[in-house]
Structure formats: structure tokens, C-alpha cells
């Protein structure tokens, strides 16, 4: 069984301030995560992925998640915030199923980002 | 780079009435996702196709029905719509079991159904 909790419904920052995104998860088996952006009426884009060859990762737009076993998080970060970056934001903990892998979604950040 | 291509964008439909949701995947992608997202929701997942054979059931109501053809694009029938069915679908795709690559999907950038 998996599942991912994103603690924050919705985060708001001030333009060119850091950015915080907090992800907790739990998986029975070694997990594959995942962060993806949405902005409004678009598609899922992926920022980035983890797949236990670093536990800090950098995407793309200047993000970057690490990842940290013992307390189970993927917390998402980005140094400066940009009114661009204002959009939902999925932690996303995927299994593998017989042909394919399954994921599941977080039920998202909402990030505000003011002038 | 190619991504995954899904149409129409847009769709409106009656109640009762049938809707059809098409998904190319990205060139050497073989395998298929679609997703439902309501709104203010996160998605759903619906259904998978690994080599045109049905590789993992979600959450899909019996009314609806998929399916992945040999060009690996993949067709979602939706019938006897109903007005809660008004959402965001998308499709994903990824490459073949076997490459570490495989967990990670490519979204669509979705059709819009509303239900009226």
C-alpha cells in the first residue's frame, strides 16, 4: 500500500522569497516520487523524480526536492519564487503493477505567489 | 520533443449521450494511462494498456469503457454520460516495463468534458 500527504492545502509567498512544499509519504516498498506542476486549465508537467540515485534532486525552474527516508519526506523547495510559479502542485508516490506503474497523487499545494 | 497529444480539448455532451477521448502517446511510449480529475480534485486514475492488453483497472465506472490499438494510441468511450462526469481527463504514457524509466508518466495536456 501506498500514500501521500501533502500538508498544505495552499502556501503563499511573496515574490522572491523561498518556496516550501512539504510532501510526506508511505510506501511498502521502496518508492519512486514525483513532483508535478499544473497551471490552471493545463496538463501535469514534471518538475522531478526520485529514483534513489541522489537524495537531493534538482528539476526544473530552479526546484528541487530531497528526499529523506527516515522521516518519509519529499519536500519540495525553490530559493526565490517567481509569479510564474503560481500554480497546483502534486507530490506524486508511485508502485509498480504488472505491466505499468500505478501512482498516486497528493491532493495538491495550491501556491500563491504575491507581487 | 514530441508529448502526448489528446483529443478533442474541449467536449460537451448531453446526459445519456456517448463521448469518445483519444490519446497518442509519445513515439516508443507503449504503455497508456488516463486519468479523471474533477474539479479542484487530484487525479484519479482510471485505467492502463501495456502492449494493447489491459494492464491495470483504477477507478472506472462500468459506463466506461478503453481500449489500445496497435499504433499504441489508446481510445476512451464514455456512454450514458452523466453530469458528473464533467471533467478534466488525461492520458499519460511512458515507456515498457523493464527500463527503470517506466515509473515515470508523461501527461496530456487533457480534453475537457462537460456534462449537460
Known amino acids: 500500500a501506498q500514500s501521500v500527504t501533502q500538508l498544505d492545502s495552499h502556501v503563499s509567498v511573496s515574490e522572491g522569497t523561498p518556496v516550501l512544499l512539504r510532501c510526506n509519504y508511505s510506501?511498502?516498498?521502496?518508492?519512486?516520487l514525483f513532483w508535478y506542476v499544473q497551471h490552471p486549465n493545463k496538463g501535469l508537467q514534471l518538475l522531478l523524480k526520485?529514483?534513489?540515485?541522489?537524495?537531493l534532486v534538482k528539476g526544473i525552474n530552479g526546484f528541487e526536492a530531497e528526499f529523506k527516508k527516515s522521516e518519509t519526506s519529499f519536500h519540495l523547495t525553490k530559493p526565490s519564487a517567481h509569479m510564474s510559479d503560481a500554480a497546483e502542485y502534486f507530490c506524486?508516490?508511485?508502485?509498480?503493477?504488472?505491466?505499468?506503474?500505478?501512482?498516486?497523487f497528493g491532493r495538491g499545494t495550491s501556491l500563491i505567489v504575491h507581487p | 520533443a514530441a508529448g502526448v497529444i489528446q483529443s478533442p480539448r474541449h467536449l460537451i455532451k448531453e446526459k445519456r449521450e456517448t463521448a469518445t477521448l483519444k490519446c497518442y502517446p509519445i513515439p516508443r511510449h507503449d504503455t497508456v494511462y488516463w486519468y479523471q480529475q474533477g474539479p479542484g480534485q487530484d487525479p484519479q486514475f482510471l485505467i492502463s494498456?501495456?502492449?494493447?492488453?489491459?494492464?491495470d483497472k483504477g477507478s472506472i465506472p462500468d459506463r466506461f469503457s478503453a481500449q489500445q490499438f496497435s499504433d499504441y494510441h489508446s481510445e476512451l468511450n464514455m456512454s450514458s454520460l452523466e453530469l458528473g462526469d464533467s471533467a478534466l481527463y488525461f492520458c499519460?504514457?511512458?515507456?515498457?516495463?523493464?527500463?527503470?524509466?517506466?515509473?515515470?508518466?508523461?501527461f496530456g495536456p487533457g480534453t475537457r468534458l462537460t456534462v449537460l
Open positions: 499519460a504514457s511512458s515507456y515498457r516495463p523493464g527500463t527503470r524509466s517506466t515509473d515515470t508518466q508523461y
Open positions: 494498456f501495456y502492449e494493447k492488453m489491459q494492464s
Open positions: 526520485y529514483t534513489s540515485a541522489a537524495t
Open positions: 506524486v508516490v508511485s508502485r509498480a503493477s504488472g505491466g505499468s506503474y500505478i501512482p498516486t
Open positions: 510506501s511498502s516498498y521502496s518508492p519512486s
